[in-house]
């Protein structure tokens, strides 16, 4: 979950220093986008491989006066006007980190990664990391990557087949999830590119003797148009390395040999005839400098939970249990603006208009329109990693035969669950996964603030405040759409998630019909931003560093156009077959603190819900399963059992939610307890 990159490029393509230094500023920086929490980088040399990663984005190492010394290994030579001509063929690998597996904080964990007599840099997941690791006992571990593991069955492999490419396609068999690999090696002057999704792209100049590679088409793109770069990079050409393939590249004669990597009939197993290079170590040379306070380390050891802390919730819930609630659904009397008739029906219940779903033909007929038959993306399918975007990314390459691309915003709520989730699909259905990281260790200490702001003075009406930083999820995917020419966005919104009483909370009366609620009338739109505006004003805590971020989700949320082709209006939601499809073919993960699988990869959502539940006695799952009644999927009776069971304290996400944002689990449940609520108890 990350970006990787790099170049080989021979004496005879004519970079100079600077060329070369400004081409890989620009790998970095266009790549960071796809993670700022660490970075890193290895060159290659006749003698050696020189290794340096940070815990630090990108746009701050190549400011290292450490790194720009790193050109100083190429440019040994001087030919009369400076260091310009170089004096072997150049290869740097490059990574810029999302931390997944492994804590950035431990140096061993950051990328490249040094294994196996190689050094590597790897974006994907490898989901299936632990039971591997117990299978191979004779590969040695020294950190908490999964890129270790992968370059240790390449490793074991490779010697078993006598084969470097024969080892790399027998260890692609053996992992799930996503693999997308840069390889340098100890004894071997090759540089190794493969990908099982096609997360990877390589530019090619004519003379077959220039090569620069990226996780994104897009990063190639923008490269190759920089002006100063245009006449370096005139006759280079972007393609993609396709989806279970990769390429062996030889640096002594920039041959590029192409093989495949998932084994089929027909397909050929190389045999390798590699000149080994010998004499040659692995030389970490620069230091782990530069280092700072890293976010405290979620889920670190068991919650336990004070007596205090136990009763809390019975009391609550037995509170809750006595309110009136509507005959028909299971929305309490605190859900804003209720009203209920003689029969005891609400108001929600008697305003519904069931969804009109337009039938799988009449998506057939718009996806005929834009399916593209040469293998080529033909649409940007969103993927947050939850169970409706999971399931709809299925839906478009299984049923609906399109080829998409897939994109994630990542702003630091993603939990690592819903990650995996997104490398099982992408890797089993070889999809291209695009992910946009925001800048999330500020993203989290936003999220801090205002947190540790509304427990001054708690408000039901500002709890969506939390969930502000996610809300540039729409201006990127436009962004994503134009970058990789899909022209189509497609969502999987569930329609049946409306949850009008986070608006309502501010005074806003529902808008019965409408699905969305983005979709607020500008007089709405203007009322809550004036309620926002009254609530910071009585509680100045809100106003600090995160107000210019927080603003910027407003509009983005209910101004930007959301332009897109939501599968549910089409396909008619089925909480069984989705579940039973995603569990049984793709082996997707479920939460450990709850049977639910809804917003178990939402980070923030257990928080949240606990705060409506304590104070107002309803959460999500509330109206959720209300709209589920109205729709006639279940009974009163059955939603009434989900959400007994659904609604309680998910403790421990609440815990990884305290710890990854910085602030005190026990001190902040006790404060929510100690707040006013809106029922009687």
Known sequence: MCGIFGV????????????????????????????????????????????????????????????????????????????????????????????????????????????????????????????????????????????????????????????????VQEAYQHIEGVASLAVLFENLNNILLSTNNGSLYLATNQAKNGYIFASESYVLETLLNKKRLRGLLKDFEIQQVLPGTGYLLNLDDLKLEPFTIRKAPGDIIHTDEI??????????????????????????????????????YPKR???????????????????????????????????????????????????????????????????????????????????????????????????????????????????????????????????????????????????????????????????????????????????????????????IPPRHGSRHTYTLSLRNKLQLAWYYATRYISNPAYINSSLVDTIGAYLSYYFIPHNFINIYEYVKWDEDIINNTLINEYNWETAADTKNTWRIGDGTASFYNYIYYMLAGLTENDTFRSNQIREGMITRKEALAFIDNENEPRYESIQWYCDIIGIDFYDTIKRINSASTIYKF
């Not at 208009?353 to 337009?358: C, N, Q, S």
Request: glycine share 8%; with cysteine.
């Open 8 to 167: 080989a490029l021979s004496r005879e393509v004519g970079f100079s220093r600077n060329d070369t230094e400004y081409l890989m500023k620009h790998l970095f920086l266009l790549s960071e986008s796809r993670g700022k929490e660490a970075s890193g980088f290895a060159l290659k040399t006749p003698e050696t491989i020189f290794v340096a990663k940070y815990p630090l984005p990108a746009s701050e190492i190549i400011r290292f006066k450490e790194y720009k010394d790193l050109y100083n290994k190429i440019y040994i030579g001087n030919n009369g006007n400076g260091y310009q001509e170089p004096d072997f063929p150049i290869c740097i690998i490059g990574h810029s980190r999302l931390v997944t597996n492994g804590g950035r904080q431990i140096h061993n964990n950051n990328q490249p990664a040094i294994a196996s007599n190689m050094v590597a840099i790897h974006n994907g997941i490898i989901t299936n990391v632990d039971e591997l690791w117990g299978k191979h006992p004779e590969i040695e571990k020294n950190t908490e990557l999964d890129t270790e593991l992968l370059l240790g069955l390449i490793q074991t492999f490779h010697n078993k087949t006598n084969g470097l490419i024969s080892g």
């Open 275 to 312: 000149r080994k290079h010998h004499g040659a170590t692995v030389d970490i040379t620069l230091p782990a400098s530069n280092s700072r306070p890293l976010d405290r380390i979620p889920g670190d050891g068991p919650y336990i939970l004070s007596p205090s802390f136990k009763d809390e």
């Open 317 to 507: 819930k037995e509170a809750i249990s006595q309110l009136r609630r509507c005959t028909k659904c299971v929305l309490p009397e605190t859900m804003p603006f209720i009203e209920f008739d003689e029969d005891g029906v609400c108001n929600y219940c008697r305003h519904y208009e069931p969804i009109g779903f337009k039938g799988e033909e009449a998506l057939e007929e718009l996806l005929a329109q834009i399916r593209k038959t040469n293998g080529l993306a033909d649409c940007l399918v969103t993927f947050s990693g939850g169970r409706d975007s999971s399931y709809s990314v299925h839906l478009m390459k299984n049923d609906f035969q399109m080829n998409p691309v897939t994109y994630t915003y990542d702003w630091g709520m993603v939990t690592d669950l819903a990650r995996r989730n997104q490398m099982r699909l992408c890797g089993q259905l070889g999809l291209e996964h695009i992910l946009v990281s925001a800048d999330i260790t500020k993203k989290r200490n936003n999220i801090r603030k205002n947190v540790t702001a509304w427990l001054k003075k708690p408000d039901l009406g500002t709890v969506p405040i939390f969930m502000a930083g996610d809300k540039q999820y729409h201006y990127y995917m436009n962004k994503v759409m134009q970058q990789t020419s899909t022209n189509v966005i497609i969502m999987g919104e569930n329609l049946l998630e409306t949850t009008q009483f986070k608006y309502g909370f501010c005074g």
